[in-house]
């Protein structure tokens, strides 16, 4: 009994010291690592995941591969004036868009475009912004909203401009070649190339192809918007109680409602990461 109790407390002992060489290497190859080995990989991950601006924090914004600046302030005179066609365009409330409008657009990521805004008579509440800086407000959207929240629909739709999403979505299409020569040989706003390009842009209009944009450009827009806004003086709370009127509105009669409110995101998402970027923007 006495030798096979030796060669059990034997055995043990060897165990005890394989054990603590192995846990000594351990935390010296810890010490002598790197921090950030410390540090479990998803962490970086969860907070690039928990930020939905993250995509567009660092982007920069220009015309290459796209339409020249020149050009598309063409294509914006050809598009409006199709709108004119298409809309009633009013003075009504012009000046109070002007006034805001254009305080927001200095404030943008692209302050050196001559933004143009216009007031369209519609029941519908809604915004709306084309190439060449023209951004369009309906009258029903200019009663519902006081200032701030009016700073925010018209700096999202800056934000549209900035980010030259219509631009992108017309580069993608068939007609693009096409459209893009026709500009190119425009000289003046008449003449039977006018024309031509006026009938393919109706349509593109008409189907609410230039207007109506991803779920990724309407987070970008409003990223933009409420950044562009505060930059301006605005209270960008104003952009989170503007979505909920819109909300409300909805709940109401989604009717009302035009292509402002009813593109991705939800409004609860918008609202969520509104708040969470105006919070962001109080930190610094």
């Known amino acids: 009994m006495k030798q096979s109790s030796l060669r059990f407390t034997f055995f043990a002992l060897l165990a005890a010291a394989a054990l603590y060489t192995a846990t000594v290497q351990s935390v010296a190859l810890l010490r002598s690592a790197p921090d950030k080995t410390l540090v479990p990989s998803t962490a970086a991950a969860s907070v690039q995941f928990d930020d939905p601006y993250s995509d567009f924090r660092k982007a920069r914004y220009s015309n290459a591969?796209?339409?020249?600046?020149?050009?598309?302030?063409?294509?914006?005179?050809?598009?409006?004036?199709?709108?004119?066609?298409?809309?009633?365009?009013?003075?009504?409330g012009l000046d109070r868009v002007e006034r805001v409008g254009q305080r927001c657009a200095k404030t943008s990521l692209r302050p050196n475009m001559l933004y143009k805004f216009h007031v369209v008579q519609s029941r519908e509440i809604n915004g709306f912004s084309l190439p060449g800086g023209h951004v369009y407000i309906t009258t029903a959207l200019l009663r519902l909203?006081?200032?701030?929240?009016?700073?925010?629909?018209?700096?999202?739709?800056?934000?549209?401009?900035?980010?030259?999403?219509?631009?992108?979505?017309?580069?993608?299409?068939?007609?693009y070649d096409e459209i893009a020569k026709s500009i190119g040989e425009l000289t003046g706003v008449a003449g039977s190339a006018a024309r031509d390009l006026g009938v393919g842009l109706g349509q593109m209009l008409g189907s609410q192809l230039?207007?109506?944009?991803?779920?990724?450009?309407?987070?970008?827009?409003?990223?933009?918007?409420?950044?562009?806004?505060?930059?301006?003086?605005?209270?960008?709370?104003?952009?989170?109680?503007?979505?909920?009127?819109?909300?409300?509105?909805?709940?109401?009669?989604?009717?009302?409602?035009?292509?402002?409110?009813?593109?991705?995101p939800d409004a609860g998402e918008r609202i969520e990461n509104t708040r969470s970027e105006i919070a962001r923007m109080r930190r610094r």
């Open 65 to 92: 591969g796209l339409l020249s600046e020149g050009d598309e302030l063409k294509l914006g005179m050809q598009l409006h004036r199709e709108v004119t066609k298409k809309f009633n365009l009013t003075n009504l």
């Open 145 to 175: 909203a006081n200032d701030n929240e009016l700073a925010s629909v018209l700096a999202h739709e800056i934000g549209h401009i900035v980010a030259r999403h219509s631009l992108k979505t017309l580069q993608k299409s068939q007609e």
């Open 210 to 264: 230039l207007t109506a944009h991803s779920r990724d450009e309407e987070r970008e827009a409003d990223f933009l918007g409420v950044r562009g806004m505060a930059r301006a003086g605005f209270d960008p709370q104003g952009m989170i109680t503007m979505f909920q009127k819109l909300q409300r509105v909805e709940e109401q009669d989604s009717s009302l409602l035009g292509t402002l409110f009813s593109d991705h």
